[in-house]
């Protein structure tokens, strides 16, 4: 079943007779445009996308639906609502259902104004779709996956007292490039010494010296699919605290790892991960979330929380996280890559999860 055919198919639910997606990543993964610019409206029997000369030929290349051309820009004012508005008029939509963490104000009263039709609020129509990975999204998964972690296993011949973490960080995106892989949009943290006790610590011009212990967070963009690991390295022997702080994460991650599978809960997944921390003392020193969904976005659902309930379902790839930072002391995460399967979860991302000593 088509994604558009699964949308098609919820409207009567949300009581709505036409659904609007204008959310970038929502956009591309009904369609597979992957232009910057453009609406997609459905109704139960018609689907069809709106964007700019610029993206109109590709569009209709990538998108395989009807593609309307909006009329161009005039001065600094946007006109791709205006078009909308005409669209939504001519489909007969009376009800639209519209992405509400993702279509602006000002745009929404255009649409009040032009369009007739009432304007319905949704949210998470499209990414709850997103949670579950096709085949061809778990292989772009996969392979971005083995380009971070070989790009791990490459960094650890490389760092070397004196280096800076900025230096750390350039060899880790030179790698990726060379293998195929983009890192715009999120730049390795890699944080030294005391500055791992930032969560998202990114590379700074500190020198890393002998007996810094480092966190290494980071992840490659393969052909629009991310992946997002995190591993502690030292450089020579790291005090004792800094020990029982990696060996309380280390036994955290695998606690939960090692416990996920298809039907758990929110709860339970950040249970697993947590009983770990509060035994050892140190929860009062993890404020970051447990894990995360991850595709099209390096966060996307499911987002892991406490005050939730969600369930693991086979297809999904998802991310766990532990961490422990002590302020003006350090830190340290670690973080995997996790494929849902029928039965349990397999480990995207093998590379070690030890503390690796330089």
């Not at 699964?6 to 949300?14: F, H, I, S, V, Y």
């Not at 946007?78 to 509400?100: T, W």
């Not at 790009?151 to 990726?176: C, H, K, Q, W, Y």
């Not at 030292?234 to 955290?252: C, D, F, T, W, Y």
């Amino acid at each position: 079943m088509s994604r558009i055919t699964k949308l098609q198919n919820q409207l009567d639910e949300l009581k709505i007779d036409g659904f609007m997606i204008n959310g970038d990543w929502n956009r591309r993964y009904v369609t597979g445009f992957t232009g910057s610019n453009g609406v997609v409206l459905i109704t139960k029997d018609d689907a069809l996308l709106i964007t700019d000369y610029r993206y109109f030929e590709q569009a209709k290349k990538q998108s395989g639906l009807h593609v309307v051309l909006h009329a161009e820009h005039t001065g600094h004012k946007h006109k791709i609502y205006d078009e909308v508005s005409k669209q939504i008029n001519r489909m007969g939509i009376k009800r639209l259902g519209f992405e509400q963490q993702h279509l602006n104000f000002g745009n929404y009263s255009k649409l009040k104004e032009l369009a007739s039709c009432e304007m319905i609020p949704t949210y998470d129509v499209v990414e709850n779709l997103r949670m579950v990975k096709s085949q061809e999204e778990i292989d772009n998964i996969r392979t971005s996956t083995e380009i971070t972690d070989d790009a791990f296993v490459n960094i650890l011949d490389i760092i070397r007292p004196g280096m800076t973490e900025l230096e750390v960080a350039g060899e880790l995106e030179s790698f990726i490039k060379k293998r195929g892989g983009i890192t715009s949009t999120f730049s390795p943290i890699v944080a030294s010494g005391k500055r791992a006790s930032l969560p998202h610590g990114r590379a700074s011009d500190k020198v890393i010296e002998n007996g810094d212990m480092i966190t290494i967070d980071f992840g490659t963009n393969y052909n629009g699919y991310w992946s997002d690991i995190s591993r502690v390295v030292s450089i020579g022997q790291p005090n004792e605290k800094m020990l029982e702080v990696h060996q309380a994460v280390l036994r955290s991650f695998t606690n939960c790892a090692t416990h996920i599978k298809p039907g758990l809960t929110d709860q339970e997944v950040d249970k697993y991960m947590r009983d770990i921390l509060i035994e050892t003392g140190y929860n009062q020193y993890s404020g970051t979330g447990t894990g995360h969904g991850i595709g099209l976005e390096v966060h996307e659902k499911p987002l892991f929380s406490v005050d939730s309930e969600k369930f693991l379902l086979p297809g999904m790839v998802i991310t766990i996280e532990p961490g422990i930072y002590l302020p003006e002391i350090g830190g340290a995460r670690i973080e995997d890559m996790l494929l849902i399967t029928e039965d349990s979860c397999e480990v995207l991302s093998p590379s070690t999860k030890e503390l690796v000593i330089l």
